[in-house]
């Protein structure tokens, strides 16, 4: 029915059900109690009758012991109420017989006889007798009437109990009833919204199905899709905005990669410009060689990016950390101020499972921002060690600086791209995020933490996972 097919006209219609019962059961209640209530009224009266029967016959019993002729006179009083009593409740019960109805009447006339007597000599027993019979005849109708008076209201108060009993059982009922198809009719339809909603999130539907329905949910259904068109529409911008903002990462991550090797090419060249004919022969051969070093660096990084390497396998290979070490320092001597002393605590025999040239960058930033951090005399202290951790064996490093260390949001935010605390024109925030992206590949960790004493000690732990076959490089 197209009446229901809203969840408003649903509701309403268990809100007119509900107050449809509860009048019923009020309309009810009432003429049960009208009906109770004229039981007891009739009860009243009947019980008034047969009081005045009583009262009646004990003035007469009272005039023959006594002879006063008062209760004989208030005998008859009351017999005549009685009889008057009696009509007004023929109009209630019509069933009684013109006999019983009579032996009231004939039990008052025969006081009337019997006082009338009073004048003679001598009272008739057959007065009496008559008086006595219809007497005790009019007592046992008042009885009978009182009997069948209890009986009827008995009778009515437990058919008002059942009564009541059944309709609220019955409104419970068609109320439970009621309530649950408005509830299901309700529940049904947001649940589907919900199923609907869920398959949406997992990417197997694209929009909300039910919109022909003509109803709230119909109107709901046809807002999400709105709404849901909208967010594709503004996805899709977003998404060209996320690719030039990716491409201008890329492009600045690729300036400040080529930036170290170019700047050791640069300091090569300017010492072999300068000092060229004072040079051994073995010093410019290692000039040219660490020339030549950083300019197939260069090769590899344009290589990487032509190739995808954030995404790309890594050629992973067991390097002699002590040697990776003396190699990066050799590659920042122009770079790391004579004032500053880097210590290294390696042992000799200590191995790491990784990819050179990368890795080697993440050696080259991280060393680089610990000097850059240090103002003056300072000290750099390079650890490594192997460590056995639950997913395996692997090689834990740790650069620890003397500088002005990295307390409160700058510890939280140091690997994350172009956040920088240096002087503007200093740096652009990539080196760490650099280094931090290469840990990853490598499926290792790092972490930053301020040193008790003052500084920054840089953690990283790289797994043997992913060891290729083949010899070292060193």
């Known amino acids: 029915m197209k009446l229901f097919r809203s ?40 019980v008034s009758f047969f009081d ?39 109009r209630k019960q019509p069933e009684l017989s013109a006999e019983e109805v009579g032996s009231v009447a004939t039990y008052r006339d025969r006081l009337l006889d019997f006082q009338s007597a009073l004048s003679a000599p001598g009272l008739s027993a057959e007065i009496l007798k008559e008086t006595f019979v219809a007497g005790s005849s009019a007592l046992r109708l008042g009885e009978r009437l009182d009997d069948d008076a209890q009986r009827r209201v008995d009778e009515a108060i437990r058919h008002h109990e ?34 609907s909603l869920q398959k949406i999130a997992k990417g197997e539907a694209g929009r909300l199905e039910g919109e022909d329905s003509g109803d709230e949910m119909a109107s709901l259904t046809r807002s999400i899709n709105d709404t849901l068109h909208e967010l594709e529409a503004r996805q899709s911008t977003m998404a060209r905005s996320s690719r030039l903002m990716a491409l201008g990462t890329m492009l600045s991550g690729v300036a400040h990669e080529l930036n170290n090797p170019l700047s050791n090419i640069s300091s090569s060249c300017q010492i072999l410009q300068e000092e060229m004919n004072e040079l051994p022969d073995e010093q410019i051969r290692t000039l040219l060689g660490q020339i030549d070093d950083q300019v197939m660096r260069s090769q590899r990084i344009v290589s990487a990016l032509l190739n995808n390497s954030g995404s790309g396998s890594l050629e992973r290979r067991s390097q002699n950390v002590l040697l990776l070490l003396d190699e990066t320092l050799t590659l920042l001597r122009n770079q790391i101020p004579a004032s500053i002393v880097v210590k290294l605590e390696v042992a000799k025999d200590v191995v790491v499972v990784i990819d050179r040239t990368r890795f080697q960058q993440v050696l080259i930033n991280v060393i680089k921002n610990a000097a850059e951090a240090i103002h003056g005399e300072g000290n750099i202290v390079l650890r490594a060690w192997r460590e056995e951790f639950p997913e395996g064996r692997g090689t834990t490093f740790e650069i620890e600086d003397d500088g002005e260390g990295i307390a409160g949001e700058p510890a939280l935010r140091i690997f994350d791209p172009f956040y920088t605390t240096k002087p503007t024109g200093k740096g652009i925030g990539l080196g760490l995020f650099v280094a931090s992206e290469i840990v990853t590949q490598h499926g290792g960790t790092i972490a930053a933490e301020s040193v008790v004493s003052g500084g920054t000690r840089i953690w990283i732990h790289v797994p043997d996972e992913g060891k290729t076959s083949g010899e070292s490089d060193v």
């Open 7 to 46: 969840l408003h006209s649903k509701i309403l219609f268990g809100y007119a059900v509900v107050g449809l019962l509860f009048v019923v059961f009020v309309g009810t209640s009432i003429i049960q109690f009208r009906v109770l209530k004229d039981e007891l009224n009739r009860r009243q009266g009947i």
């Open 52 to 90: 005045l029967l009583r009262d009646a016959r004990r003035l007469e019993k009272n005039f023959l012991l006594y002879k006063k002729e008062a209760d004989l006179h208030e005998a008859v009083e009351q017999a005549n109420k009685a009889t008057q009593l009696l009509e007004a409740l023929l």
């Open 162 to 195: 059942i009564n009541l009993q059944r309709i609220i059982w019955v409104m419970l009922a068609l109320g439970l009833l009621v309530g649950i198809l408005v509830t299901r009719s309700v529940v049904r339809p947001l649940r589907e919204l919900e199923r």
